[in-house]
Every structure is written in C-alpha cells, then in structure tokens.
C-alpha cells in the first residue's frame, strides 16, 4: 500500500512538473512570435496557422504579404517537427535524456537567431536566416511537447484549448472549469506576446534571448527534475 501511494504521488509530482514546464515554453512561445511577427513582417515563427492563412491570401496576389519567408517558416517548422519526432521515436514518453536533448537544440536555434539579428540587424539574408532557424526550433518544440502530452498544452498554439476551455465553461460553470491549464496556457501566450512586444521597443534580438533564456531555464530544470525523480523511483 505505501509503495502504491508513492508511486501515485511520484505520478502527481511529474505531472505538475511536465505541465509547468510546458507552461513556461508556452511564453516562450508568445515572446518568439511577437519578434516574429512585428520584427520579421507579420510570420509568425510558432504558430503555423496564422502563416497557412496569410501564405493563402498572399498567393492570391493579396498585396505586401512575405510570401516566401512566411512558406520558408512553414518549411522549416515541419522539418523540425519531423526531426524531433524521429528521434523521440525510439526513447521513452515523457522528459528523458532525448528530451533534454532535443529541448537544448530549440534553446540554441532560438539564442542563435538572437546573436544573427544582433549582429546583422538590417540584413534581409540574415533575417531569412533567423526566421529559419527559429521556426525549426519551434518545430522541434512542438515535438517535445506532443511527446510530453500534457492536454491541452502544445506550447504553440491555443485555438482548441480556447475551444475546449470554452465549451467546458459553458457546460459546467464552475471554478474549476475556468481557472485551470487550459486558461493558464491562453494567459502564458498571451503575456509572452506581451513581453514580445515591449522587448521589440528596445531592441529585435533582446526578444529571442529573452526566449532563449526562458527555454534554457525549462531544459534545465526539466532535466534536473527528471533525473531527481528517475533517482528517487530507483531508491525505492
């Protein structure tokens, strides 16, 4: 009995952990897009269905839409998407080592593509460049997260968590259906493109080392945490 409830709370313990931590990387989220889309005209670099909408109306001769860094965005986010999801394949679900891994690489492209706007800030190549490495880096993000499969909380997108937070509050009023992961996923979005937004008044790549910050702290403790836990099961 007391090693069933150890096992039951270690559950509980990694579950408030992944869910978090994937809060966290749903500001993050919201920080690259503000960059993205008021830095690098109107692409989004995290979620891709604002870019599928604006790639459509753009190759209807819509005039002044960046046809060809919004399609490179999607390119590059459905190349790391795919890559994250081929080497996650063969590890096991949730936060593991390749985890770890494939989270860092996202951290890297994303201080990366700070470091390139820094140092060539006005360059249309270098922001062709940025807008490439941090899309991917979203991609690989996106991965992770499925692979963690907190619900309702892909880190990159919150159009069905609206939907089901909406149609759970409706259905059943009550504290617990409005105050719960799926508003704190809309409001971490949401504040990230707050952030976004302020840090692009100071300068383009404070936006993505703010966001590569915040993603290195999350591989980081995710790493530690899980490590502590493997330990911890391992002693009992």
Known sequence: MA??????TGVDREARRDLSLMLVLTFATGVVDAGGFLGFDTVFLGNMTGNVLILGMGAAGADGLPVFS???????FIVGAGIASLFLRSGRRGWSPRMT????????LVAGTAVLVCAEPKAHVSAMFAVGMTAGAMGLQAAAARNI?????????????ITAWAIDMYARPGRATILNRRLAAIVAILLGALVGALLIKVALWA???VAA?????????GHVLASASVDGVTRV
């Open 207 to 209: 936006v993505f080392a």
């Open 149 to 161: 499969g907190v619900a309702d909380v892909t880190t990159v997108v919150v159009t069905s968590t």
């Open 213 to 221: 910050g915040v993603s290195a702290v999350v591989v980081v403790c």
């Open 70 to 76: 919004l399609a490179l965005a999607l390119v590059a």
């Open 101 to 108: 891994a494939v989270l860092a690489v996202s951290a890297s």
């Open 3 to 8: 090693m069933s409830e150890s096992a039951s």
